[in-house]
């Protein structure tokens, strides 16, 4: 047993036997909640052998390149074609090589046909290749009934039968689906100015606006609030749409570690006290630009330590929520709610309606930016309007989640959510699985490392009727390939028990049971003074 007694105004980083615990400290300014994170070091054993698996990859890429110069390899199709040979290359050389030696291998893992609902259970398209995954033929079959553990559909709002398909149906009867024109011309239906004051009630703030594209609300309206010369702090692990945004907007960009707040901290104090480089004259904006939930470590923000050091620091603050909103807190009002913090402390309220509202678009919500943005973002002036029934998709289900179509499923769901979350972590952590992430977020990334087995994860899963997404490098560091669970209050208990059954006879048959410590929370209890929690070893 290991007690950890700290000083309640610092953070605590915990590393243990190789088990590393981010556990931010019970501090009653901040924290209302213990605040527990796992990430639990790769052992060296297997990164040895994921850097030696990438490696002979590569080698036999190499031999099957000169093998292709020579017309011996079979498969022609991924060398260029004689009419094409005096053009520029469309791909870097590396590019083209990866794709076609170590992705191709594994290609069909991705762009699976669903022919279904995006539920709970899901109908997969059977498809085939005779070519080496260069392309794909559907054979005509269906694979019926695959529990869904990969899409966002984080409150079930996914669906088509209840009350929000029965308005969407109704309204596009009266609409139609396309407005066909944008929102200063003749594109702003009456259901939008609805829908965006529904929204700012949603969250608590003075005004909200809507967009078409989630990525589109991040890449188009940061460059509309800050360009030269202001400076922006953004997250190692931010979403490609923020960095985008963050490089289209001609602002000084400068990275810290992923939640860490003494990294965060250092480049705040640097920025005040040296200012711009050469001049050294103040920034005209420093804007911190952080997400809800990272949708690849499963990670919950330090939001409380956020906010005291964008206040000390007279910062601005950018949150992502577009897997937090809905998703956390005891109303699902996003991160804002889990922390039990003031909307009015974050500036810019950033999140989509594409993950547990079960629609599409996304929305920035704060106070005194809204009027600046419709005139002065793209993609408010120059984008089509949202689809009138994707609009009452939102709607309805926020009206159902805030309990104001005189119903308690919203918030069912809601804690549905949660009670599934913490059960499945727990039972993955019991398991052997190393798992990244906070115990609260309904992401959850399980650590596959080689290469290999990401393919073989991901085909045994669906042999066995379970739908799983598979995440490796680029998109990750090259030896922290995982698999990446979505948990939904869809889900019931047995079919999560069912899911964890076949996880475990798949992490026995691959061996992906890599964790060398099952380290536990300590059990709910009332915090005292000093002790902050309890490890069993």
């Given at each position: 047993?290991?007690?950890l007694?700290?000083d309640?105004?610092?953070?605590?980083h915990?590393?243990h036997?190789h088990?590393y615990?981010?556990?931010?400290?019970?501090?009653?300014?901040?924290?209302?909640?213990?605040?527990?994170e796992?990430?639990?070091?790769?052992?060296?054993?297997?990164?040895?052998l994921?850097?030696?698996s990438y490696g002979?990859?590569t080698?036999?890429?190499?031999v099957?390149?000169?093998?292709r110069?020579w017309k011996?390899?079979?498969?022609?199709?991924?060398?260029?074609?004689?009419?094409?040979?005096d053009?520029?290359?469309l791909?870097q050389?590396?590019?083209n090589f990866?794709t076609?030696?170590?992705y191709m291998r594994i290609?069909d893992?991705?762009?699976?046909p669903i022919?279904?609902?995006?539920?709970a259970?899901?109908?997969?398209?059977e498809?085939?290749?005779?070519?080496?995954n260069?392309t794909f033929?559907?054979?005509?079959?269906v694979?019926?009934d695959v529990?869904?553990?990969?899409?966002?559909?984080?409150?079930?709002?996914?669906?088509n039968?209840?009350?929000c398909?029965?308005?969407a149906?109704?309204v596009?009867?009266?609409?139609g689906?396309?407005?066909?024109s944008?929102?200063q011309?003749?594109g702003?239906l009456?259901?939008?100015e609805?829908?965006?004051?529904?929204?700012?009630r949603?969250l608590g703030v003075?005004?909200?606006?809507a967009?078409?594209m989630?990525?589109?609300?991040n890449?188009?309206?940061?460059p509309?609030?800050?360009?030269?010369?202001?400076?922006i702090l953004?997250?190692?692990l931010?979403?490609?749409?923020?960095?985008?945004g963050?490089r289209?907007?001609?602002?000084?960009?400068?990275?810290?570690?992923?939640n860490?707040?003494?990294?965060l901290?250092k480049?705040?104090?640097?920025?005040?006290?040296?200012?711009?480089?050469r001049?050294?004259r103040p920034?005209?904006?420093?804007?911190?630009v952080?997400e809800?939930?990272?949708?690849m470590?499963g990670?919950?923000?330090?939001?409380?330590?956020?906010i005291?050091?964008?206040k000390?620091?007279?910062?601005?603050l950018?949150?992502?929520?577009?897997h937090?909103?809905g998703a956390?807190?005891?109303?699902g009002?996003?991160?804002?709610d889990y922390f039990?913090?003031d909307p009015?402390d974050?500036?810019?309220?950033?999140g989509t309606?594409?993950?547990?509202f079960?629609?599409?678009?996304?929305?920035?919500?704060?106070?005194r930016?809204?009027?600046?943005?419709?005139?002065?973002s793209?993609s408010a002036?120059y984008?089509?309007?949202?689809s009138?029934p994707v609009?009452?998709q939102i709607?309805?289900s926020?009206?159902?989640i805030m309990?104001?179509?005189g119903?308690?499923i919203g918030?069912?769901?809601v804690?549905?959510?949660?009670e599934?979350?913490?059960?499945?972590?727990k039972?993955?952590r019991?398991?052997?699985?190393?798992?990244y992430g906070?115990?609260?977020?309904p992401?959850?990334?399980?650590?596959?490392y080689?290469?290999?087995k990401?393919?073989?994860?991901?085909?045994e899963?669906l042999?066995?009727?379970?739908?799983?997404?598979?995440v490796g490098?680029?998109?990750?560091?090259?030896?922290?390939?995982?698999?990446?669970?979505?948990?939904?209050?869809?889900h019931?208990?047995?079919?999560?028990?069912?899911?964890l059954?076949?996880?475990?006879?798949?992490g026995d048959?691959?061996?992906?049971k890599y964790?060398?410590h099952?380290?536990?929370?300590s059990?709910?209890?009332?915090f005292d003074?000093?002790v902050?929690?309890?490890i069993?070893?």
């Open positions: 047993m290991l007690v007694n700290i309640r105004s610092h953070c605590c915990l590393q036997n088990q615990v981010y556990a931010a400290s019970y501090d009653g300014r901040l924290y209302s909640r213990p605040f527990i796992y990430f639990e070091e790769t052992p060296m054993m297997v990164a040895v994921t850097y030696m002979i990859l080698i036999f890429g190499y099957r390149d000169f093998l110069h011996i390899e079979r498969c022609h199709i991924a060398s260029e074609k004689e009419e094409q040979k053009f520029v290359p791909y050389d590396f590019e990866y076609r030696n170590i290609r893992n991705w762009n699976r022919c279904s609902v995006p539920g259970k899901m109908d997969l398209m498809r085939a290749t005779y070519d080496y260069w033929e559907y054979t005509g079959w694979v019926q529990i869904n553990l990969g899409s966002y559909n984080y409150l079930g709002f996914a669906e039968t209840g009350p398909a029965d308005s149906a109704e596009t009867m009266k609409y689906v396309g407005v066909a944008t929102r011309e003749i702003n009456d259901r939008h609805e829908m965006e004051k529904q929204v700012a949603f003075e005004s909200a606006m967009f078409g989630g990525f589109a609300t890449s188009m309206n940061i509309a609030l800050v360009g030269k010369g202001c400076l953004s997250d190692e931010n979403h490609a749409s923020l960095v985008l963050a289209l907007s001609g602002s000084t960009i400068r990275v810290f570690k992923h860490n707040m003494q990294s901290e480049l705040l104090r640097e920025a005040v006290v040296h200012g711009q480089p001049t050294h920034w005209k904006k420093i804007l911190i952080v809800g939930i990272y949708s470590e990670s919950i923000v330090r939001l409380p330590e956020v005291a050091l964008k000390r620091y007279r910062a601005y950018y949150l992502d929520e577009a937090s909103i956390l807190g005891p109303r009002r996003g991160v804002v039990g913090l009015c974050v500036d810019v309220m950033m309606f594409t993950k547990s079960g629609a599409a678009g996304g929305y920035i919500a704060g106070k930016l809204i009027e600046y943005l419709r005139s002065h793209h002036v984008a089509t309007s949202m009138p609009v009452e709607i309805t926020m009206k159902c309990g104001e179509d119903t308690t918030s069912e769901r804690q549905q959510l949660a599934n979350t913490v059960y499945f972590r039972r993955l019991e398991m052997g699985f190393i798992i906070n115990n609260d977020s992401v959850v990334p399980m650590m596959l080689m290469p290999a990401i393919a073989a994860f991901a085909r899963m042999k066995r009727n379970i739908g799983v997404v598979v490098f680029p998109a990750t560091p090259i030896i922290e390939s995982r698999a990446r669970f979505c948990i939904s209050a869809g019931s208990k047995n079919m999560l028990d069912q899911a059954n076949v996880i475990s006879e798949v048959l691959l061996q992906l964790s060398r099952r380290l536990q929370p059990s709910a209890r009332p003074d000093d902050y929690e309890d069993d070893d």
